[in-house]
């Protein structure tokens, strides 16, 4: 079968991209032929659970493309006579939270609540009553910190100044490096004793895509891969770009069918 070098440019945002350079074939090209330099939204996993590799990718991608400085990232819990005895009651349970986050938002003129929801979760040995459960919310800016810890609660009674906390919670700043906030997404994304699975609302912006299928050469890449030059070279490549990081921002990869692969991680030059 003939192969060439395709590559992806995926863009997270105006800051974040990842490059994905990879062995295609004529006739996966044919197949998709006409679609070869328009920009396309980057397709979301069918399943949106974080054991999955597509799934922990694209998650990424998405906080990326829409988090960053002067937004949050919330980690709720629950008391023991709250715990949720269900998947189900739980996610009822922080949709009514985000529901409650949003209204104070419009209340205070704020643009509507913008989310990532990750509820993690561990099961009993016969491995379907889900225990421990708690969720991870990357939320925008806006709110007082205060605020959005308060509303994690029961509807206040009669005489009560606020309603009982339903369990912990704590509020973070995102502080996004060099590798945008990247390093949260591998917390959240890497703990293999827990199963997790997210949701997001619907105002997020997509990650999106181009190709091109005249950059690379197979020697020029098999090249490459055996000999991987230094950070100058894939700013040459890529202006107004740089590698994110030199320990997890190249990746190369080999198949014994295809060949060698490059996936590369880069942030915007200011």
């Excluded at 929801?117 to 421990?132: F, S």
Aim: proline share 4%.
């Amino acid at each position: 079968m003939m192969t060439f070098m395709r590559e992806k440019k995926i863009y997270c945002g105006d800051k974040y991209m990842e490059v994905d350079i990879f062995p295609y074939s004529k006739m996966q090209k044919e197949i998709s032929k006409g679609k070869r330099s328009k920009k396309r939204k980057e397709s979301a996993p069918k399943q949106k659970n974080l054991n999955d590799k597509n799934s922990r990718r694209y998650f990424t991608q998405l906080v990326n493309s829409n988090f960053g400085l002067g937004d949050y990232h919330v980690t709720a819990t629950y008391k023991d006579e709250f715990l949720p005895e269900t998947l189900e009651d739980a996610e009822r349970e922080v949709t009514n939270y985000l529901r409650r986050i949003n209204y104070r938002r419009e209340k205070e003129g704020l643009i509507p609540l913008e989310y990532i929801l990750v509820t993690e979760y561990n099961t009993e040995e016969n491995g379907e009553k889900p225990i421990r459960i708690h969720h991870h919310i990357i939320i925008n800016g806006g709110l007082n910190r205060d605020t959005i810890e308060d509303l994690w609660s029961r509807r206040r009674k009669k005489g009560e100044k606020k309603g009982e906390s339903i369990g912990f919670i704590n509020v973070d700043r995102l502080q996004p490096d060099e590798n945008g906030v990247s390093a949260l997404c591998r917390y959240l994304t890497k703990r293999p004793c827990s199963k997790k699975r997210w949701t997001s609302s619907h105002n997020l912006k997509k990650p999106w895509y181009r190709n091109n299928d005249h950059k690379y050469r197979r020697r020029e890449i098999e090249k490459i891969c055996k000999s991987i030059p230094d950070s100058y070279y894939w700013e040459k490549k890529y202006p107004g770009w740089k590698l994110a990081n030199n320990d997890y921002s190249l990746k190369a990869v080999y198949n014994d069918i295809t060949g060698w692969s490059i996936y590369l991680k880069m942030i915007k030059l200011e």
